[in-house]
């Protein structure tokens, strides 16, 4: 089984943005409205959320959610 | 009581509740469920009302279960939907990876032509970025376990963590934790062989 360059890279990117602490998907998730509340509103983010973004960055999933949620959130909002 | 009238209390109160006022709030929860979902995954493939409908109906019942969960810090209507969408998501990867198994995913589970890949994939590579690609090879073998790789080269083939945990009788954040700690400890070792995370980003910035 090969890895191709992209996977590759991937594995680099992830493990330079690793970080000892992180939080969980399950975490992630009961935090994320907040986040996303925030985010759309363009305000900063307190240090509790920023562990969302660090999360967000690594997890592939909760971050395709995300964008999901971005999505569902313009029509909530309109 | 419209919608747009409930606050975060009434919210709580209302669908934590009985009678009229909970019967109200469900309905009124759910049409905007699946109006945001809707929003969310009209083009995606295999996406129906039907398919929506049930998304939301399971995950109004996981609302219900975690309303305690719920610390104001949001409005409801945005802490629900991203229920709703983790729900819906999981599903849908649930049907696309079904029939796919892990063994299929990984093959031989073997990251040791990861240096020739790279090598053949960029021969003008920089030596930097092949001595770290050649380290972490080693380290990958010597201080990984058989399942942390395995979880982790999942992960970068694409599988969703759902489904990894599926094969390997575990949950998602089981198998978050497994590929955090290899993370961790892929990291610290490329640290203590001299490479420090800046070294890692100029290497492989894209």
Redesign the interface.
């Known amino acids: 089984m090969l890895l191709s360059r992209k996977e590759i890279d991937s594995l680099m990117k992830l493990i330079g943005l690793t970080q000892d602490v992180e939080l969980n998907c399950e975490q992630c998730l009961y935090l994320i409205a907040e986040f996303a509340e925030r985010e759309l509103a363009g305000k900063t983010l307190p240090a509790g959320l920023q562990a969302v973004e660090q999360h967000l960055s690594v997890c592939a999933e909760c971050r395709e959610e995300y964008e999901a949620l971005q999505q569902a959130l313009r029509e909530l909002s309109a | 009581m419209d919608t747009l009238n409930r606050n975060n209390e009434i919210w709580l109160s209302h669908l934590g509740g009985a009678g009229s006022d909970q019967q109200a709030a469900l309905a009124d929860l759910r049409a ?1 469920l699946l ?7 009209w083009s995606w493939k295999g996406v129906d009302d039907d398919f929506l409908e049930d998304a939301v109906q399971d995950a109004l019942l996981r609302i219900l279960d975690h309303l305690g ?1 719920f ?1 104001g ?3 409801f ?3 629900a ?3 709703a ?2 729900v ?2 999981s599903e849908l ?1 649930r049907r696309r990876w079904q029939d796919v198994s892990l063994d299929e995913v ?6 040791s ?2 240096w ?3 090598k053949d ?2 021969p003008t590579a920089g030596w930097e970025r092949q001595t ?2 050649a380290t ?1 090879r080693d380290i990958i073998h010597q201080q990984l376990s058989q399942k942390q790789r395995t979880a ?2 999942a ?3 694409g599988m ?3 489904e990894i945990a599926r094969h390997l009788g575990s949950n ?2 089981a198998v ?2 497994l590929t ?1 700690d290899a ?2 400890r ?2 610290q070792a ?1 640290e203590a062989a001299g490479y420090q ?1 800046a070294d ?2 100029v ?2 910035a ?1």
């Open positions: 905007e109006r945001g979902l809707h929003r969310a995954f969960q610390a810090r949001s409005r209507l945005t802490w939907t991203a229920i969408i983790r819906a998501m990867r990984i093959a031989d589970a073997d990251f032509p990861l020739t890949a790279a994939a960029e770290m690609l972490l982790l080269l992960e970068l083939k969703p963590q759902e998602r954040n978050y934790k955090h993370r961790k892929l990291k490329l995370a890692i980003h290497a492989f894209e």
